[in-house]
């Protein structure tokens, strides 16, 4: 069982920043993939990034040169850097660890931007 809470999200005006952080409730060093998806309203849940285990890194095309993945193996955390941020990246944003076993899901975090 993995658990996975999300935070840094909130409110920020168009072409700001946020830092979304991911803490896992066990080691990460050995998880095949942690991603971030979002879900805005009446959108299905989208793929946003991913990282692997190590540390190779994929960004849907919308999100190119403005977030980025990382990790921190020995803190056991996931983060997302959130810039450049546009109203249309508001949305609710879900850390993922991609296991052999089973896949695992945060509560997600809102990240709102307004114009």
């Known amino acids: 069982q993995v658990r996975l809470v999300e935070s840094g999200g909130g409110l920020v005006q168009a072409g700001g920043s946020l830092r979304l952080s991911c803490a896992a409730s066990?080691?990460?060093?050995?998880?095949?993939?942690l991603a971030w998806y979002r879900q805005a309203p009446g959108n299905q849940r989208e793929l946003v990034a991913g990282i692997g285990r190590l540390g190779s890194t994929n960004y849907t095309d919308s999100v190119k040169g403005r977030f980025t993945i990382s990790r921190d193996n020995a803190k056991n955390t996931v983060y997302l850097q959130l810039n450049s941020l546009k109203p249309e990246d508001t949305a609710v944003y879900y850390c993922?660890?991609?296991?052999?076993?089973?896949?695992?899901w945060g509560q997600g975090t809102q990240v709102t931007v307004s114009s």
């Open positions: 993922a660890a991609l296991t052999k076993l089973d896949n695992y």
């Open positions: 066990v080691s990460i060093a050995s998880i095949n993939a």
